[in-house]
């Protein structure tokens, strides 16, 4: 039976399964009369989470001037909604790195994604989106769907690796070749049976094509550049990732143009190593068997 988007998020949703507390954050987040002392409440039943929070909260990465142990005060400065994606940030990535593969490093993959997230934090702000968090979040999701691909379907996997290095098709075209549908599709699957905000589903669903997203083309079209500078910089997410190919109406949408690459790049690389340490420093990442 060929396997539909949903059929594969679903499979790798059991497979890499978040924590409780990582599901009650996203669905108090957006209630209208959620308090900071409800946040609280859940974020403290797992008091590892909540130290690395404080321990990000903190960090100059995110520039909220404050040193504060108390985590009522950093949920108050942060948001809930920012504290909802700052959660997510961090559990996805345990969730996901400890799983064996047999046809991508973990590593490699999640400094890709790390790489790209912070990327889109400093075109976010070049933008002058309020919402940095939420974009930082959706570069580091934006190629979740690949995971998924190469644990639930490796072997067709590597038909799209051999499609790709025999016929030099870029990979999302071979995917659609080979499986009927793409890693961003995956992807937006995924986040939608995690029940994330269509601001992050759409984001990720369309970061290779961001004139295609009705709702939400500036944050797709930050993500898609990042993406790209990702790969430029180095940081490329399997041992193919390395086709650059920046869509026209990324820069029409946001209004920046080709010459900023080396600027983000240079601002990039200066707090890469900090997210690296907040995010990947502690994570056990299972290698390419």
Same mark, same amino acid.
């Given at each position: 039976?060929?396997?539909?988007p949903?059929?594969?998020?679903? %499979?790798?949703?059991?497979l890499a399964?978040l924590? &409780?507390?990582?599901i009650?954050?996203?669905?108090?987040a957006?209630?209208?009369f959620?308090?900071?002392q409800?946040?609280?409440?859940?974020?403290?039943?797992?008091?590892?989470?909540a130290?690395?929070l404080?321990?990000?909260?903190? !960090?100059?990465?995110?520039g909220?001037?404050m040193?504060?142990?108390d *985590?009522n %005060?950093?949920?108050?400065l942060?948001?809930?909604q920012g =504290?909802? &994606?700052l959660v997510?940030?961090?559990?996805?990535?345990s /969730?996901?790195?400890? *799983?064996?593969?047999?046809?991508?490093?973990?590593?490699?993959?999640?400094?890709? /994604?790390?790489?790209a997230a912070?990327?889109?934090?400093?075109?976010?702000n070049k933008?002058?989106?309020?919402s940095?968090?939420?974009?930082?979040?959706c570069?580091?999701l934006?190629?979740i769907?690949?995971?998924? *691909?190469?644990?639930?379907?490796?072997e067709?996997?590597?038909?799209?690796?051999?499609?790709? *290095?025999?016929t030099?098709? %870029?990979? !999302?075209?071979?995917?659609?070749n080979?499986f009927?549908f793409?890693?961003?599709t995956?992807?937006?699957a995924l986040l939608e049976?995690?029940?994330?905000?269509?601001?992050?589903?759409q984001?990720? %669903?369309?970061?290779h094509?961001p004139?295609k997203?009705?709702d939400?083309?500036l944050?797709a079209?930050?993500?898609?550049?990042?993406?790209?500078?990702?790969?430029?910089a180095?940081k490329?997410?399997n041992y =193919?990732?390395?086709?650059?190919h920046?869509?026209?109406?990324?820069?029409?949408?946001?209004?920046?143009t080709?010459?900023?690459?080396d600027?983000v790049?240079?601002?990039?690389?200066?707090?890469?190593?900090t997210?690296?340490s907040?995010y990947l420093?502690?994570? /056990?990442?299972a290698?390419a068997?």
């Amino acid at each position: 039976m060929k396997l539909k988007p949903v059929d594969v998020a679903k %499979r790798i949703k059991n497979l890499a399964s978040l924590p &409780d507390v990582c599901i009650k954050i996203n669905e108090v987040a957006n209630e209208p009369f959620t308090s900071t002392q409800d946040m609280k409440q859940i974020i403290e039943t797992d008091p590892a989470l909540a130290a690395k929070l404080l321990q990000i909260a903190n !960090s100059p990465f995110y520039g909220y001037s404050m040193e504060t142990d108390d *985590l009522n %005060r950093a949920i108050m400065l942060i948001g809930t909604q920012g =504290l909802r &994606d700052l959660v997510w940030a961090t559990c996805s990535i345990s /969730s996901f790195a400890k *799983l064996d593969n047999s046809i991508v490093d973990m590593r490699t993959f999640w400094e890709h /994604s790390l790489y790209a997230a912070t990327a889109s934090k400093v075109l976010a702000n070049k933008c002058h989106v309020i919402s940095q968090d939420r974009i930082f979040l959706c570069g580091l999701l934006h190629d979740i769907g690949h995971l998924a *691909l190469y644990h639930v379907m490796p072997e067709e996997m590597e038909v799209a690796f051999a499609r790709v *290095l025999d016929t030099d098709e %870029r990979l !999302s075209l071979a995917e659609k070749n080979v499986f009927g549908f793409t890693h961003s599709t995956i992807g937006y699957a995924l986040l939608e049976l995690w029940k994330l905000p269509e601001n992050i589903t759409q984001t990720v %669903r369309y970061h290779h094509q961001p004139g295609k997203c009705e709702d939400h083309r500036l944050d797709a079209a930050i993500v898609h550049i990042a993406d790209n500078i990702a790969k430029i910089a180095g940081k490329k997410g399997n041992y =193919l990732d390395s086709d650059i190919h920046f869509d026209k109406n990324a820069w029409k949408i946001t209004g920046l143009t080709d010459k900023i690459i080396d600027s983000v790049i240079q601002i990039t690389e200066e707090q890469y190593q900090t997210a690296v340490s907040l995010y990947l420093k502690d994570i /056990s990442m299972a290698p390419a068997a």
